[in-house]
């Protein structure tokens, strides 16, 4: 039986089982928040106002249940934070945090297959870049990669199991990472091609990535790039040392403290706080640093960039080659300084639009108020639930499959609880974090008011795992000689140049051909 087409609009259930191992079970926690107004992420230039910006919180969190081992209690293994800003002109997908407790090695993972972990990240950052492109809209996936202990799990470090990356390995990992994201999109000039992998069908949004270490030079930066970036034509590399920032503002002449955004926990963003210290004049401007060269130059002496540490930031920019008309935005209206809000339809009265002259009679109005007595019993209004809290599953549908999904949507006050919870827990130990992630799943349970022996989004693998020249036994991890480098003799053949020396033992005697005279004089 032919399988059917692979459907672009699948979920990310599906697109996670296509790209995990076969036969390998997850459960997998996807929280989101809905889009709220949030302060904007770059400095507006002088004599304008802020662009209005929303944020949403994306969470993705993985368990197992280890079957190879004695523990057979669900352990958290992998877990990874994103935030996504949206304006009237970008998106920018902000890679937080991500972290891993070190127990993955207790679930039976098919040898020679891709880490589960680099796997879910590359899906999970696919799937929202697919998600969340809009027509005629750049979007830019970005994130600082900064090696320590533990960022998510509190306690991991103690772990034996965990294994921790150096300040190069964490940026290689990074962009190796995010080089099936970058390349589900073609380049500059490369012809748009369907990628099976991550789902994702032709488009003409073309991608291009940019990383820059302070401190490093640019032979030292391309380092780290993923082995892709060799194979590229020399024309169309689509990894490239620097930043995209002048790209991603609609003001290029502005000053440079308004081309440069601030995220959350950035390394760069107590740099910024001293440097709009020093804006006093009109013009917005720093008076220490007055490019974007400088402010890059500046960061490796910084103490976050310095001391034998390294910080890398990467940027995947997708560009789309076509812009809408006006008014085709699908999610945001384009906001300006001299745009007005939108009249409500019930305030409008055709006539008075009708007539451009007529002004609206807004004191007859007040005085036709004023004049109205009011009488009879006082009836109390129905309260109304505000917009961000009716989207929680109420008690009604808790009991109801039909009306559940896997992603679970939560206000920002609940999604702050339960990521307040889980930096309070411990994984220091197997037992431990057992018992975490059990707390962590049944507070979910609660604040997503599922019903009880609800154990999140259950993810198979169905990716085929090819492994070659490996057999033998698979837990002790031994590897044999495969048949064809072994040479064995023919059954035909003599031993023409070894002959017996009277003793049984073998010496080898030169054939005649091989002995050369010396020439007499």
Same mark, same amino acid.
């Given at each position: 039986?032919?399988?059917?087409?692979?459907?672009?609009?699948?979920?990310?259930?599906?697109k996670?089982?296509?790209?995990?191992?076969?036969?390998?079970?997850?459960?997998?926690?996807?929280l989101? @928040?809905?889009?709220?107004?949030?302060?904007?992420?770059?400095?507006?230039?002088?004599?304008?106002?802020?662009?209005?910006?929303?944020? /949403?919180?994306?969470?993705?969190a993985?368990?197992?249940?280890?079957?190879?081992?004695?523990?057979? /209690?669900r352990?958290?293994?992998?877990?990874?934070?994103?935030?996504?800003?949206?304006?009237? $002109?970008?998106?920018?997908?902000?890679?937080?945090? !991500?972290?891993?407790?070190?127990?993955?090695?207790?679930? &039976?993972?098919?040898?020679?297959?891709?880490?589960p972990?680099?796997?879910v990240?590359?899906?999970?950052?696919?799937h929202?870049?697919? #998600?969340?492109?809009?027509?005629?809209?750049?979007?830019?996936?970005?994130?600082? !990669?900064?090696?320590?202990?533990?960022?998510?799990?509190?306690? %991991?470090v103690?772990?034996?199991?965990?294994?921790? *990356?150096?300040?190069?390995?964490?940026?290689?990992w990074?962009?190796? $990472?995010?080089?099936?994201?970058l390349?589900?999109r073609? =380049?500059?000039?490369?012809?748009?091609?369907?990628?099976?992998?991550?789902?994702?069908?032709?488009t003409?949004t073309s991608?291009?990535?940019?990383?820059?270490?302070?401190?490093?030079?640019?032979? /030292?930066?391309?380092s780290?790039?993923?082995?892709?970036?060799? #194979?590229?034509?020399?024309?169309?590399? +689509?990894?490239?040392?620097g930043?995209?920032l002048?790209e991603?503002?609609?003001?290029?002449?502005?000053?440079?403290?308004?081309?440069?955004?601030?995220?959350?926990?950035?390394?760069? !963003?107590r740099?910024?706080?001293?440097?709009?210290?020093e804006?006093?004049?009109?013009t917005g401007?720093?008076?220490?640093v007055?490019?974007?060269?400088?402010?890059w130059?500046?960061?490796?002496?910084?103490?976050?960039?310095s001391?034998? +540490?390294?910080?890398?930031?990467?940027?995947?920019?997708?560009?789309?080659?076509?812009?809408? /008309?006006?008014?085709?935005?699908? @999610?945001?209206?384009?906001? %300006?300084?001299?745009?007005s809000?939108? #009249?409500?339809?019930s305030?409008?009265?055709?006539? &008075?639009?009708?007539?451009?002259?007529?002004?609206?009679?807004?004191?007859?109005?007040?005085?036709? &108020? %004023?004049?109205?007595?009011?009488?009879?019993?006082?009836?109390?209004?129905?309260?109304?639930?505000?917009?961000?809290? %009716?989207a929680?599953? $109420?008690?009604?549908?808790?009991?109801?499959? !039909?009306?559940?999904?896997d992603?679970?949507? *939560?206000?920002l006050?609940?999604?702050?609880?339960?990521?307040?919870?889980l930096?309070? *827990?411990?994984?220091?130990?197997?037992? *431990?974090?057992?018992?975490?992630?059990?707390?962590?799943?049944?507070?979910?349970?609660?604040?997503? +008011?599922?019903?009880?022996?609800?154990?999140?989004?259950?993810?198979?693998?169905?990716?085929?795992?090819?492994?070659? =020249?490996?057999?033998?036994?698979?837990?002790?991890?031994?590897?044999?000689?495969?048949?064809?480098?072994?040479?064995?003799?023919?059954?035909?053949?003599?031993? @023409?140049?070894?002959?017996?020396?009277?003793?049984?033992?073998?010496?080898?005697?030169?054939?005649?051909?091989?002995?050369?005279?010396?020439?007499?004089?």
């Open positions: 039986m032919a399988s059917s087409p692979k459907v672009h609009s699948q979920s990310l259930k599906h996670l089982a296509d790209a995990l191992p076969k036969d390998v079970r997850f459960t997998c926690y996807h989101s @928040t809905p889009p709220t107004k949030c302060p904007a992420i770059f400095s507006a230039p002088p004599n304008k106002p802020p662009e209005p910006t929303t944020c /949403e919180n994306q969470f993705l993985v368990v197992i249940d280890p079957t190879s081992s004695s523990q057979r /209690e352990q958290l293994i992998f877990a990874v934070e994103i935030l996504i800003y949206t304006t009237s $002109t970008l998106t920018t997908i902000f890679v937080s945090k !991500a972290d891993s407790t070190g127990y993955l090695h207790l679930l &039976r993972v098919p040898p020679g297959s891709t880490s972990l680099k796997t990240s590359t899906t999970f950052i696919s929202l870049v697919k #998600t969340k492109q809009r027509l005629g809209i750049k979007l830019v996936v970005s994130l600082f !990669a900064r090696a320590q202990d533990q960022y998510l799990f509190p306690g %991991s103690d772990n034996s199991g965990k294994h921790v *990356l150096d300040d190069r390995g964490l940026i290689r990074w962009c190796r $990472t995010l080089d099936p994201v390349r589900s073609p =380049g500059a000039n490369e012809q748009s091609q369907p990628d099976s992998t991550l789902d994702v069908e032709p003409d991608s291009k990535a940019y990383t820059i270490v302070p401190g490093l030079d640019t032979h /030292e930066t391309a780290l790039f993923p082995p892709t970036h060799k #194979t590229d034509p020399a024309a169309q590399k +689509r990894w490239h040392t930043h995209p002048l991603l503002t609609q003001h290029p002449t502005a000053p440079t403290r308004s081309l440069i955004p601030h995220f959350p926990d950035d390394p760069k !963003a740099y910024l706080d001293e440097l709009d210290d804006v006093t004049d009109a401007s720093w008076k220490s007055r490019s974007l060269d400088q402010f130059d500046a960061m490796q002496f910084r103490q976050e960039c001391s034998g +540490r390294l910080v890398g930031f990467i940027w995947i920019v997708f560009t789309p080659s076509s812009h809408p /008309e006006a008014g085709e935005h699908p @999610t945001l209206t384009t906001f %300006s300084p001299t745009t809000l939108p #009249t409500p339809a305030s409008q009265d055709p006539a &008075r639009l009708s007539s451009p002259g007529s002004q609206p009679h807004t004191t007859s109005i007040k005085s036709r &108020r %004023s004049r109205r007595l009011l009488t009879g019993p006082i009836i109390p209004r129905t309260p109304r639930i505000k917009p961000s809290l %009716s929680i599953p $109420t008690s009604s549908n808790i009991t109801d499959p !039909a009306t559940q999904t992603d679970i949507l *939560l206000p006050k609940l999604y702050t609880r339960i990521q307040s919870l930096l309070r *827990l411990d994984f220091s130990s197997a037992s *431990l974090a057992a018992a975490s992630t059990a707390r962590w799943t049944r507070e979910l349970a609660v604040v997503a +008011r599922r019903g009880e022996g609800w154990e999140g989004m259950d993810v198979v693998g169905r990716k085929d795992v090819v492994c070659s =020249g490996t057999v033998g036994d698979v837990g002790k991890g031994v590897n044999v000689l495969g048949g064809g480098l072994i040479r064995k003799r023919k059954s035909g053949e003599k031993e @023409t140049s070894k002959e017996g020396d009277g003793e049984g033992g073998l010496v080898n005697v030169l054939a005649s051909g091989l002995v050369r005279k010396k020439p007499k004089t």
